[in-house]
Nanobody, 115 residues
Framework: QVQLVESGGGLVHPGGSLRLSCAAS????????MSWYRQVPGKERELVAG????????NYADSVKGRFTISRDNAKNTVYLQMNSLKPEDTAVYYC????????WGQGTQVTVSS
């Protein structure tokens, strides 16, 4: 059974930082492209960042370039999202996704940026 478990969300002031983690089990993690998405109520889920299996390619939404960094540790079956210079518009539920032929999603973690 595949599980993706996100952690690290919370409440942070504008300009602050958070690091999200997504721990995967039940799949061969090193063969999956991993991505972070986010969603706010009433809007579609949007791609924030993605990283290929060997971390050779990383891509980011324009809105987070230069502020967020995606990374992975294949030995720990974990993908990370370092979020710096957070803005109120970054407030959302953040989801981890694993994709190859199959696609798996985590349950999400809430990030709230507010003063």
């Amino acid at each position: 059974q595949v599980q993706l478990v996100e952690s690290g969300g919370g409440l942070v002031h504008p300009g602050g930082s958070l690091r999200l983690s997504c721990a995967a089990s039940g799949l061969t993690f090193s063969t999956y492209t991993m991505s972070w998405y986010r969603q706010v109520p009433g809007k579609e889920r949007e791609l924030v960042a993605g990283i290929t299996p060997a971390a050779r390619v990383r891509n980011y939404a324009d809105s987070v370039k230069g502020r967020f960094t995606i990374s992975r540790d294949n030995a720990k079956n974990t993908v990370y999202l370092q979020m710096n210079s957070l803005k109120p518009e970054d407030t959302a539920v953040y989801y981890c996704k694993a994709s190859r032929v199959q696609v798996y999603w985590g349950q999400g973690t809430q990030v709230t940026v507010s003063s």
